[in-house]
């Protein structure tokens, strides 16, 4: 079956410490974004990727990193510089025309210890 | 540029209707709904297009008024199902595609 595929469920970080989540798909989608939802609020984008090789920031990039070297791979740093990374983290993936619903993973949860 | 939510929350007996309303400043290409559960992901619900027919399937459907440039999603007869976080999202036209999330609809039903 298609999906989105987030790991791991659970992450727990160091401070000052650097943590990679990995998001793949096998959807096919172009489109690939990072969001992270904070207890009882919104969603806010952190980065996004049309294709291949391009990225762009959303409206909380700062202290994030990411990649697009796969169709199938999005996988988001959250660095040092990052003074609050705990929050649920989202990957998302899309036909790049936006006529279809975006399709979630199941999500990561970082914890800062 | 964020779309408005209405209202943030709302409490309801098993079977009743609701209505979530969107509503956005500017002109709309699409609206998207989604239903998040406590510590789950979001899952996408329906889309509607500029130009396109009221969607709907069971007992949950929604409307595009693209004049107003607002949408309403429409629960009825609620089961406990249903209970849950509803998000909108915008597409506005002129746009590079980008999904605007509204702030959310907390939907509670009691047995």
């Known amino acids: 079956d298609g999906g989105i595929t987030q790991s791991p469920k659970y992450l727990f970080r160091k401070e000052g410490q650097n943590v990679t989540l990995s998001c793949e798909q096998n959807?096919?989608?172009?489109?690939m974004y990072w969001y992270r939802q904070d207890p009882g609020q919104g969603l806010r984008l952190i980065y996004y990727?049309?294709?291949?090789?391009?990225?762009q920031k959303g409206d909380i990039a700062e202290g994030y990193s990411v990649s697009r070297e796969k169709k199938e791979s999005f996988p988001l740093t959250v660095t040092s510089a990052q003074k609050n990374p705990t929050a649920f983290y989202l990957c998302?993936?899309?036909?790049?025309?936006?006529?279809?619903?975006?399709?979630f993973g199941s999500g990561t949860r970082l914890t800062v210890v | 540029q964020q779309p408005v939510q209405s209202p943030q929350a709302v409490i309801l007996r098993e079977g009743e209707d609701a209505v979530i309303n969107c509503s956005s400043s500017?002109?709309?290409?699409?609206v998207h709904w989604y239903r998040q559960k406590h510590g789950e992901a979001p899952v996408f619900l329906m889309i509607?297009?500029?130009g396109g027919e009221q969607k709907g399937h069971e007992k949950i459907s929604a409307s595009f008024n693209e004049k107003k440039q607002q949408s309403s999603l429409y629960l009825t007869a609620s089961q406990l199902s249903y209970s849950g976080t509803y998000f909108c999202?915008?597409?506005?036209?002129?746009?590079?595609?980008?999904?605007?999330w509204g702030a959310g609809t907390k939907l509670i039903i009691k047995p």
């Open positions: 998302a993936s899309s036909e790049y025309y936006q006529n279809y619903g975006y399709t």
């Open positions: 959807l096919n989608h172009d489109a």
């Open positions: 990727s049309q294709i291949v090789n391009d990225f």
């Open positions: 500017k002109a709309l290409y699409s």
């Open positions: 509607l297009l500029k």
């Open positions: 999202g915008t597409v506005l036209m002129d746009s590079n595609y980008q999904l605007i």
